[in-house]
Every structure is written in structure tokens, then in C-alpha cells.
């Protein structure tokens, strides 16, 4: 009574091999039941887990005659609109055709092992057949028309349209469950729901556009001009724009529906049951076309990575038009001039997007930092305007950097605050504004040694005023010269802030100390005079600092006396180490003036000028004064400074 009419080899080909997984095979039930002007799919997945699973697949469409199942069904290859002249491309509810090829049916062998199919047509009295994989390739081995096996009349239970119920199902090909089904059949037809006429269920759950998962999350949203969105289904929009649906020189019965959409985070894109929702769907009359035609654009932008969309693209699939899908109908044939159109479309629209993008992200993903961090707005608003603005982009890309924990997104925050504030003293911030776009270039100038420098902005100012803090108690303490000398030393800036990287000589310094071990001609006298003094080398100069108590007041002659065995000493200590010629400095740090500075104030620069050139004499109480006067900058910066660490700590809380 039945009969398939093909070669049967070519099922290995075209059906059992084509489909990869479960939703594949099932889109295709799906849209033979449209087809059929059926208004309900029921599938039904029983038994999950065992040996007895298996999966039923029942609308309540036209159903077939047993004519219709031999000459339609079973006829592999058969071009319903082209062969059917009464319903062949618009159905009797007035649904456009989606089956073209008439390869879809072979799919259910992909899954399962045995195929039975019950049909009812009014007028008609049920029917029905099983096929099984094992024999379909008996039959082709032994190059025989296959003769599918009726079904008794008790086996039927079919009452109105067609039921198919799949056994022995290839547990390989069933991957993700129920749940997940749902969700990939959601995302593969744009006509399900009660305003089609047109409900799927699984296990009794109707398939709904909200099961796509693709709008739910999004943050912007582009839709092609005539597209309505419900708004419901887009709760966390927070951006919108319309799109051109089409070119001015496209056919005039050429355009696109559909929307493009993009998430807060990548990983909102990657869903276990839905899969990876990183692409650009394209749909042609209400089922899928190509699963992902965004990967085919070749767009390597940033905002592709949030990017998810589908867009309805009709005039793909016309029924007077070459057939452009792959066998599967997944793919489109990428020759076809109307691809290559579409492709050139998009990535004329794609250009628009990320500038819109880029625009919408700076400003919400500040507008989230400030909600969520108030400190960040208080440090704005304490900017000066011209900074204001750079800083604000240097925030925006920050939020751009990709952390999964919320900690991290705030010590990012607040190390971009301090290193905003590091760069503005030394005028370099316009680095942040120029890269305010390039997060990875933003982290690259965080991490840099010549922007970053070696210390931060706070520990420069708490450190330097500190150290004159601690100058100003060792004086009123009136402490041993020695320890005035050895903190001088470590913090040379506070005699000359030039002075900061200032190299010692530990040989040439402990020659000075120790009793003439060295140079054989120094003098008996040279030889037993105290020498307690420091040493450093500076721009070609060679200094020697000699410290007094704050509460000495030593004599002229005496200082003198000691300067010139300074100066002598070092000089033959420096030409024994092949230093010809040295500039010598010697230098007296005193904290009671001497007579003659107020009675002779030549005489003491002269005596200076005479021990060596540009040896003098300094006072404690000048040398704070100096220290203060030179780091005014960071004495007015401290209250700044505590500021802004106070919003730092509130940052990181």
C-alpha cells in the first residue's frame, strides 16, 4: 500500500547525518504542522532517561490522505510549491509556505531508530505506518523500493491532523533536556504564539517569544524600522533607536524586520539552555534561515561581543526566486546576490550601532558606577572642569573592562581614581582621554612605571610631611650632631630638593671616617682629626655635610679650621681614586648663628668661598623654612589628598 520513491542511499546523506541535534529535527516537524494550517504542535518527550523513552509530535492540522502520504510524504524531494497549484505556496488560512525542498521529513531519522506516522483528514478514515533505519538500508543494500509497515487499526490513536512518534531514540543527539528544547525551538521560528493562531507545546507548556532569552536581558536596543517590540518583553532596555529597514537601491518589495540588541556583560550572552545567544538570527517566513549570519560579517568591533538580534528577511525565500538554504536550512548559500546584499546591509548598520554604542556606554555605565560608588561622584564633582570630563571617560572605560566579581569592578574604579589624580599633577591626563574607548590601554597606563611613578599620590604627601615634622622635633630635642646628620642624609631633599637621587660613596665615606688607612700622605694632624661628616656625589659635585647641635654655637675660626681639613682630605682621597681636579662642598648645618654672620657677613662668605667654592653654612630653622617653602605644592595638596583617600576607603566599602 505505501511506497518511498527515492534512491535510499541517500538517507545516510540527508537524514540521518544532516541534523546534528534534537531542535533541527524538531523545527522541522514544526513547520510541516504550519503547513498543515495546524493551530496547535504538541510534543511530547516520554520516558525521558530510559529504554522505553520517546517522543510524540501531534498537531491538529489537515492531516493526509494515504494519497497524500505516498505522493507527498514519502516522496522524498517533493516541491509542494511547485507540484501543489491549489495550495502549494499559501495554505487555506493563508499562511505562506515554509517546506520548499521536501527533504525535512528524513530528519526524524536522525534521532530515533523507528518512525511511525498516523494521519486523520476529514473525509478520510485514519491511517497510519511505522519505518524503521534498519530497514530502510536492507532495502537500499539490496537496491529495493522500501515498503514502510502499516499500522493496525488498534495501534491508532490519532483523531484529527498528523501524529509522529519517535522510538528508540539515539540518546546522543538529545543533549540539554526538555527545558532546553523549549528555548532552541523559541529561537527558531518568530510565528509561535496565540496572535500567529499558531501555539507549540512541550510537555504541555507552550513555547512563548519571552522563551528566547534574547531580550530579556538587554540594555540597548536597535529595531528595523515597522518592527513592533513588545514592551514587556524588554524590561531592561535603557536605550532605543530605529533602523533603515532597507537600502534606497534595493527592489522595492525588499525589506527587514527584526531588532538587534546588546547586554550589559558577554557572559549574559552565553545560556546553557538557549546556548550562545552572540549572533544575528535571520529568519525567512517566520522560521530559521541562518542560525547565525553575524559570524559571516567579519566585524571584530568590541560591541560585537554583546551583540544579539534577529531580523525577518523574507525576500530570501520567495517562492519565483532560487532556492539559496543549504539542505538543512540552516545555512544560506553565500553566492546568491541577495546574500551578498544583506551581508553589505548589515555591515553598513553594524557601523551605526557601535557609534551609538559607545555613546549609550559611557554614559550609563557612569551613570551605574556613581549609583553604585557615591564617592565617585563626590571626586567628580571636586574635579576642575577641565578635568572633569577626561576623568568621566576614564571611568566609562573602566566600567568597560570585563570582572566577574563586583570587588574587583571597585578596586578598579579606585586605582583608576588615584592613578587620574597622579597623572593630573604631572599635566598627563590627557592620556586617559585619549584612550578612554581602549580599556586594555587604560590598565596598560595604570601599570606604567614612567605614569604610575614609584609611590603614590597620598604617600608623597604624608611621607615629605612627616619628614619635616620629624626635622623640626630633632632640633627642639637638640639631639648629638650624628643623628641630625644620618636623617639629613636619608632625605637629602630637605637641603636641596635636587638633591633627591644623590649617590653616596661608601669607600670614599669610610676613608674620610677612619683614621688615615688609606692615603699614605695625609698628615699626622689629617690622620687624628675628627671627621664626622657624611659624603655624596651630585651632578659632578662632591659634598661633605658636617651637622652641630641645634644648641651649639661654634665659632668661625672653628668651622674653618674643620672645612679645610674637609676640603683637603677629600681632595687627596679623590685624587688617589684618579679624580683630578674635584669640586669640593662643604657644608655646615648650625642652629645658633655665629658672631660674625651678624657683624661680618663678608668675612663668613669669603671663609666659606675659601674652604671651597660654594661651601656655606645653614640653619635648622632655614632649612625647615626651605623644606616648606619647596614643598608647598604637596602642603597644600594635604587636604586634598586626605579627601580624596577618604572617598578611596569609601570605594572599597
Not at 388 to 394: C, G
Not at 577 to 604: A, K, T
Request: negative net charge; aromatic residues 6%.
Amino acid at each position: 500500500m505505501y511506497r518511498m520513491t527515492v534512491n535510499l542511499n541517500v538517507l545516510d546523506h540527508l537524514g540521518i547525518n544532516l541534523y546534528s541535534n534534537i531542535a533541527a529535527v524538531m523545527t522541522e516537524a514544526v513547520a510541516n504542522a504550519w503547513d498543515a494550517d495546524a493551530t496547535e504542535v504538541r510534543i511530547d518527550a516520554l520516558n525521558p532517561g530510559t529504554e522505553e523513552q520517546k517522543i510524540v509530535i501531534e498537531d491538529n492540522g489537515i492531516g493526509m490522505s494515504v494519497e497524500d502520504m505516498n505522493d507527498k510524504y514519502l516522496n522524498v524531494g517533493y516541491r509542494r510549491r511547485e507540484e501543489d497549484t491549489d495550495t502549494g505556496r499559501v495554505t487555506a488560512r493563508n499562511r505562506r509556505v515554509m517546506g520548499r525542498k521536501g527533504l525535512g521529513k528524513l530528519s526524524l531519522f536522525s534521532i530515533a531508530e523507528i518512525i511511525e506516522v498516523e494521519s486523520s483528514k476529514t473525509g478520510v478514515v485514519p491511517h497510519g505506518l511505522r519505518m524503521t533505519v534498519e530497514g530502510i538500508r536492507i532495502a537500499a543494500k539490496e537496491k529495493t523500493e522500501y515498503h514502510p509497515e502499516p499500522l493496525e487499526e488498534s495501534e491508532l490513536t490519532v483523531s484529527q491532523g498528523t501524529t509522529i512518534t519517535l522510538k528508540q531514540i539515539r540518546r546522543k543527539r538529545l543533549s540539554g533536556g526538555v527545558n532546553a528544547l523549549r528555548k532552541r525551538l523559541a529561537r527558531r521560528f518568530s510565528i509561535m504564539g496565540a496572535d500567529q493562531e499558531f501555539m507549540v507545546y512541550i510537555n504541555g507548556t507552550p513555547i512563548t517569544p519571552a522563551d528566547r532569552d534574547d531580550l530579556a536581558g538587554a540594555q540597548f536596543l536597535w529595531n528595523f524600522d515597522g518592527t513592533d517590540i513588545d514592551p514587556t518583553s524588554i524590561p531592561r532596555i535603557q536605550e532605543r533607536a530605529i533602523l533603515s529597514n532597507r537600502k534606497d537601491d534595493w527592489p522595492s518589495d525588499w525589506r527587514i524586520q527584526g531588532w538587534l540588541a546588546t547586554v550589559r556583560k558577554p557572559k549574559e550572552l552565553d545560556n546553557i539552555d538557549s546556548g550562545n545567544l552572540n549572533g544575528i538570527v535571520v529568519f525567512s517566513r517566520g522560521r530559521l534561515f541562518h542560525e547565525n549570519i553575524l559570524d559571516k560579517l567579519n566585524d571584530g568591533r568590541l560591541f560585537t561581543k554583546y551583540l544579539t538580534g534577529q531580523i525577518d528577511v523574507d525576500f530570501m525565500d520567495k517562492d519565483d526566486d532560487e532556492d539559496i538554504a543549504t539542505s538543512d536550512r540552516q545555512r544560506i548559500q553565500e553566492s546568491d546576490p541577495r546574500y551578498e546584499a544583506l551581508v553589505a546591509f548589515l555591515k553598513e548598520i553594524l557601523g551605526r550601532v557601535d557609534g551609538q554604542w559607545n555613546e549609550w556606554r559611557r554614559k550609563h555605565t557612569l551613570e551605574e558606577i556613581t549609583a553604585t560608588i557615591p564617592a565617585v561622584t563626590i571626586w567628580l564633582d571636586g574635579l576642575k572642569p577641565g578635568h572633569r570630563e577626561s576623568a568621566r571617560r576614564m571611568l566609562s572605560g573602566l566600567g568597560a573592562v570585563k570582572l566577574d566579581e563586583e570587588e574587583d569592578k571597585k578596586e578598579l574604579i579606585k586605582y583608576g581614581v588615584l592613578a587620574f589624580e597622579r597623572m593630573a599633577l604631572r599635566g598627563s591626563e590627557s592620556d586617559f582621554a585619549a584612550n578612554a574607548d581602549n580599556p586594555e590601554e587604560l590598565l596598560r597606563l595604570f601599570s606604567s612605571r614612567d605614569s604610575f611613578e614609584a609611590a603614590l599620590y597620598r604617600d608623597i604627601v604624608s611621607s615629605r610631611m612627616s619628614v619635616i615634622e620629624r626635622l623640626k622635633g630633632l632640633v627642639d630635642e637638640d639631639v648629638q650632631e650624628s643623628v641630625l646628620r644620618d636623617y639629613l642624609f636619608e632625605h637629602l631633599w630637605l637641603l636641596d630638593p635636587s638633591w633627591e637621587r644623590a649617590d653616596g660613596s661608601a669607600e670614599v665615606e669610610t676613608r674620610l671616617r677612619e683614621e688615615g688607612v688609606i692615603v699614605d700622605t695625609l698628615t699626622e694632624k689629617e690622620k687624628l682629626g675628627r671627621v664626622d661628616l657624611r659624603y655624596r656625589t651630585y651632578a659632578g659635585k662632591h659634598i661633605i655635610l658636617e651637622l652641630k647641635r641645634a644648641g651649639v654655637k661654634p665659632t668661625l675660626n672653628k668651622l674653618f679650621e674643620q672645612g679645610r681639613l674637609y676640603s683637603t682630605t677629600l681632595r687627596k682621597i679623590l685624587r688617589a681614586m684618579d679624580i683630578e681636579s674635584p669640586n669640593v662642598e662643604v657644608i655646615f648645618v648650625i642652629g645658633r648663628q655665629i658672631d660674625e654672620e651678624i657683624s661680618d657677613p663678608e668675612g663668613v662668605k669669603s671663609a666659606m668661598t675659601s674652604i671651597a667654592p660654594g661651601s656655606r653654612i645653614v640653619h635648622y630653622d632655614g632649612l625647615i623654612r626651605g623644606a616648606m617653602k619647596s614643598y608647598s605644592e604637596y602642603l597644600e595638596a594635604d587636604d586634598r589628598a586626605r579627601k580624596l583617600y577618604t572617598l578611596i576607603d569609601q570605594i572599597s566599602t
